[in-house]
């Protein structure tokens, strides 16, 4: 007995004092194409989000919290890996229903670790990171899985048939909500098996979260991770008949508003169960807001761009983190923090080490969510949709090196497009000091081109299927 108190108390010796607690169950909600200024506790005023609101005033905001990418597979393979998806060779775009690729099983996953520590652990949502058996969440730490394979604009089996896009198309979709078992062909899986197809897209987000609550209720007494990737707001939009708003104009606030709703609905069985303080929730997107799709798409609030942009509005979304006891509320940090972080950071909670046999990216966060650092991360790449680097951000600095795009000019010769901001004074990115900073611009140029080359150097692979 002196030995196992010896043994734990060395262990929580090694914790960040507000993570040396026993490990909490812990919720981890990706929203899909959510913007940084789509919720009330980061500046929206068109769309109300009391229960995400209610989380932030419990919880700390990361007001600088980056994602890998500005597309969605690629995000999700760095969320759940910690690695910049070059380095396990998921950087090159998003997959689709007919792609022969996906996130390789070899790869050391959140869930793997969870896991191993004796975690009940559940996938449930929007998977996209491969839909061949060798690639789904059972073969990457999950123990269930309950969601679409891809997003909710893809059609099984060869993603063809589908209805007009744009914003017009989108209205027409709104419009008619019978659209979703008409107009689509989007599976919904139940570990590694289609039961639904075309999945109802106006229930699937309240269904999440019953599959979510009914998680937390079997595993009341053991430890429990979930993974919660809402395939909303990625559209088309969709919500429950009951709750759903006629005008198309305001279908994006509708959708957040419910999504909100159903967050809350989680939270009230966290704290039913008596689970609350025990249980650490991180609220974060994928990417930023497909601003193309205007009231069917989000707002990146004071940022530049949006989804597929690397100006800050593709890649900095919002971060809510909640644990009551470990986080201190109602606080936040404007430190640079990634979803890269994700993984090591949660590990720290178990108390067991990463493994030492791959290299990932991520940094260790917990000091900074506690308060007790001021930063941890000092830089980040900044990577195109189809994974060409393209940026760094060092402290403040943030340096964009952007090459031409091939559809718009046929000019070998074009060189690429300079820009250094500070968003310390332009979160915006509008004021472009790169030729008046000339030694900076050179100094992380070469900085951000070793990083990579570095990356590149020790990649691993993605799973690929057998030639046909």
């Not at 990417?287 to 940022?303: E, M, Q």
Request: glycine share 8%.
């Amino acid at each position: 007995m002196k030995r196992l108190l010896l043994a734990f108390a060395l262990w929580l010796s090694v914790l960040p004092p507000g993570f040396a607690a026993p490990p909490p169950n812990v919720v981890l909600i990706f929203a899909d194409d959510l913007g940084y200024g789509d919720l009330g506790c980061f500046g929206s005023t068109t769309i109300r989000t009391p229960h995400l609101d209610r989380l932030a005033a419990e919880g700390r905001k990361l007001t600088s919290f980056v994602v890998a990418s500005s597309v969605c597979s690629p995000s999700r393979a760095a969320l759940l890996t910690g690695c910049y998806p070059k380095r396990v060779g998921m950087h090159e775009g998003v997959l689709f229903p007919d792609s022969r690729k996906g996130l390789n099983p070899a790869e050391y996953t959140v869930a793997e670790h969870f896991k191993s520590q004796g975690y009940a652990t559940a996938c449930i949502g929007k998977w996209h990171l491969g839909d061949q058996p060798e690639t789904l969440p059972n073969a990457h730490g999950f123990d269930t899985y309950y969601g679409i394979p891809y997003s909710n604009d893809m059609n099984h089996p060869d993603n063809k048939g589908k209805p007009p896009g744009g914003v017009a198309g989108m209205d027409a979709l709104w419009n008619d909500p019978e659209s979703t078992l008409t107009k689509w062909r989007t599976p919904l899986m139940e570990d590694g098996k289609i039961i639904e197809l075309p999945v109802d897209q106006r229930t699937i987000t309240r269904r999440y979260t019953d599959k979510a609550i009914g998680f937390v209720e079997k595993n009341r007494a053991r430890p429990f991770f979930i993974y919660l990737p809402y395939s909303m707001p990625h559209i088309p939009l969709y919500v429950p008949d009951e709750v759903r708003d006629p005008d198309p104009k305001r279908a994006y606030i509708n959708t957040i508003e419910h999504l909100d709703t159903e967050v809350g609905r989680l939270f009230e069985k966290l704290r039913e169960l008596n689970l609350a303080e025990n249980t650490m929730v991180v609220f974060t997107s994928d990417n930023g807001p497909w601003l193309t799709f205007k009231h069917h798409g989000g707002s990146g609030g004071p940022l530049r761009g949006g989804k597929t942009s690397v100006f800050e509005g593709g890649h900095r979304v919002p971060c809510i983190v909640w644990a009551p006891g470990r986080v201190p509320p109602g606080t936040e940090t404007r430190a640079l923090a990634s979803s890269l972080d994700i993984l090591p950071t949660l590990a720290a909670l178990t108390g067991k080490p990463m493994p030492t046999d791959r290299k990932i990216d991520g940094l260790d966060i917990s000091r900074l969510l506690t308060g007790e650092a001021e930063t941890v991360r000092e830089d980040f790449l900044y990577y195109t949709m189809r994974g060409r680097l393209e940026g760094i951000r060092e402290g403040d600095w943030k340096l964009l090196v952007r090459q031409p795009d091939p559809k718009q000019t046929t000019d070998a010769s074009a060189k690429p497009e300079v820009l250094l901001f500070n968003l310390a004074d332009d979160l915006g990115e509008r004021n472009n000091l790169a030729a008046t900073r000339s030694e900076l611009v050179e100094r992380l140029k070469t900085k951000m081109h070793a990083q990579d080359a570095a990356i590149a150097a020790e990649a691993r692979p993605a799973w690929k299927a057998a030639a046909r």
